[in-house]
């Protein structure tokens, strides 16, 4: 599937259409932005899938201060940080043979309080991830995946870019809800503990040690619903817009943004 495959079946499906479920994970030649198109042309479409459906959730990271924080993922690809982060993510890529993906995300802010205008026209490769298996914790499954992200800066250091290989770190007794540090070789930092909470006041210590990697196992909540709220639907709306008022301005095709410049068309 396509783009310009979606375009010509939101354009023939119709408003009216019984079509209620579709399912667009691993479809690379796809974009955010026509999906945006597709929700507005078909209505009664309930759900649009961009991410595994062992990814999407309430979940509960290791970040933050004082307490662990909450980044929500939604099936189409937007996700909320409790943070004030938001976006959507841009590519997924399966690597069977290993048993894991790599997400690269579009963020349309970083945080509620920072205003870096041109990062919206950029995105990063940011992070592996691994299914893992359901725990029992009181007699109750917990959803749980694994975190694999680089320790690297993505805007100065040449080495940061998408995961092509999970991390040589062999720690599957990893507790719910504790990250641990690992060094190029994939060694574990032994003189940084496991953590479980105010993992960003260890980060610096971590980099300054030689740690390239972050390790993490993290819990997933259910989502009340699927999709996202409307109010991020239309930042997310707004972002596209933007950044292909830019594209425009600089002579650039949108690339995978082709299927949104159409729709913009029509906004």
Not at 102 to 114: G, H, P, V, Y
Not at 189 to 196: I, N, T, V
């Amino acid at each position: 599937m396509t783009d310009e495959g979606l375009i010509t079946l939101f354009s023939s499906l119709g408003a009216t259409s019984s079509l209620r479920y579709l399912d667009l994970t691993f479809c690379g030649q796809t974009s955010y932005g026509a999906t945006l198109k597709l929700r507005r042309a078909c209505p009664l479409l309930k759900t649009i899938r961009r991410v595994p459906d062992w990814f999407d959730g309430h979940v509960i990271t290791p970040f933050g201060p004082t307490s662990n924080e909450t980044h929500t993922y939604y099936a189409d690809g937007s996700f909320s940080y409790a943070s004030g982060a938001k976006g959507y993510i841009l590519k997924v890529r399966e690597y069977v043979d290993k048993n894991f993906v790599a997400i690269t995300l579009q963020f349309s802010r970083r945080r509620n309080d920072e205003n870096r205008s041109w990062e919206v026209f950029f995105h990063l490769p940011e992070v592996a991830l691994r299914p893992a298996a359901d725990m029992c914790i009181e007699d109750s499954r917990v959803r749980n995946v694994l975190v694999a992200q680089s320790l690297l800066d993505p805007y100065s250091d040449p080495l940061y870019g998408e995961p092509v290989a999970w991390p040589r770190v062999l720690v599957d007794d990893l507790p719910l809800g504790h990250s641990c540090f690992f060094l190029e070789d994939g060694s574990l930092d032994d003189d940084l503990p496991f953590a479980s909470t105010g993992v960003d006041q260890l980060l610096r210590e971590a980099i300054d040690q030689g740690a390239v990697g972050m390790l993490s196992r993290m819990q997933i909540l259910p989502l009340d619903s699927d999709m996202p709220p409307s109010d991020l639907v239309r930042e997310l709306e707004e972002l596209e817009l933007q950044r292909l008022s830019v594209l425009d301005f600089l002579g650039q095709s949108p690339g995978a943004s082709e299927g949104f410049a159409r729709y913009a068309e029509h906004v």
